[in-house]
């Protein structure tokens, strides 16, 4: 077919790039981990530095549950809220920590100026390790949610999953936990890191029709190692398509290929959440930058300071 026998509507398609013409509608928040040594704590703050001209609604530092890294988590969460001009979460555990022990620790957030928190139950250990509650612990992210709320007005979030939870045993098993949490004074949801749009789309379909109203983030996760993403899907049961693997296979050794390649993946994937009405985004940064900046500007976000 000659192209001037193309039907008009194939046309307008072919002429339209992807991200022409996005008004920058988003919001977005970045998740982190805590560094272990002082130079990986300097990367982070720049990291999070070059993040925060984005406006974010929020920065988020997971936990710890060790008690060492524990420490460490409240040292640096404090350091981001003393120093980064972007609101910062702190994750909160169950594992390993009585309630009066995790209640001195969300008080000592609260005295630190932070105000939101990431509620979880946490991992028992590797994959496949049944969760054991402390005896006199918090048994479960739903109690968590509801003893941080006894102690301050703090806003929460906690988290949900596209493609249940690996100990839930259906879908309604984990809906009804996350109803829960959302009963217990959970403000939103972030989801667990997923791959392909329709886990979230009928994740949210299911959520609506279970009658759960409250905002639910899908989390995002570039790519920065296929063989790391890989590892955590399994973890977690995150369905990796075959497509993925075979984008990415051979580009190990190809560190600035592989960078872009996982920039295009991680922008279209964006794009077509956005295009069903999608308009928050939390990215698992992993301490980098670049994947999640990137991604942002293509979806029209600017910085701050040149938006004006």
Aim: with cysteine.
């Amino acid at each position: 077919m000659a192209p001037h026998q193309y039907p008009h509507q194939s046309l307008r398609f072919a002429e339209t790039p992807l991200f022409a013409g996005l008004p920058g509608d988003v919001r977005v928040s970045f998740e982190f981990f805590p560094p272990k040594t002082p130079k990986g704590e300097e990367n982070l703050m720049a990291c999070l530095h070059s993040l925060a001209t984005l406006d974010p609604d929020f920065v988020s530092l997971t936990y710890g549950a060790g008690g060492s890294t524990r420490a460490r988590s409240r040292e640096v969460a404090a350091r981001m809220n003393r120093e980064v001009k972007a609101p910062v979460a702190a994750h909160l555990t169950c594992v390993g920590a009585s309630k009066a022990e995790t209640d001195r620790i969300a008080d000592e957030f609260w005295e630190a100026g932070i105000r939101h928190i990431v509620a979880l139950r946490g991992d028992g250990g590797p994959p496949g390790t049944k969760f054991e509650p402390h005896p006199d612990g918090y048994a479960n992210a739903a109690e968590l949610v509801a003893g941080l709320k006894r102690l301050h007005p703090f806003e929460i979030s906690v988290a949900a999953y596209p493609e249940t939870h690996p100990d839930s045993p259906d879908e309604v098993a984990d809906l009804d936990n996350l109803k829960r949490k959302f009963d217990a004074g959970a403000d939103r949801a972030i989801t667990q890191f997923f791959f392909q749009s329709q886990s979230f789309f009928r994740f949210r379909d299911r959520a609506a029709a279970a009658g759960l109203d409250k905002q639910v983030i899908p989390g995002i996760l570039p790519v920065t190692n296929f063989e790391r993403t890989q590892s955590f899907a399994n973890a977690c049961g995150a369905e990796l398509p075959e497509w993925f693997a075979d984008l990415f296979a051979g580009l190990d050794a190809m560190p600035h290929a592989r960078e872009l390649v996982a920039a295009t993946v991680t922008a279209e994937f964006c794009r077509r959440l956005y295009a069903e009405q999608v308009r928050d985004f939390h990215f698992y940064t992993l301490n980098r930058s670049e994947l999640s900046y990137a991604t942002c500007h293509m979806l029209g976000l600017r910085p701050k300071e040149t938006a004006a």
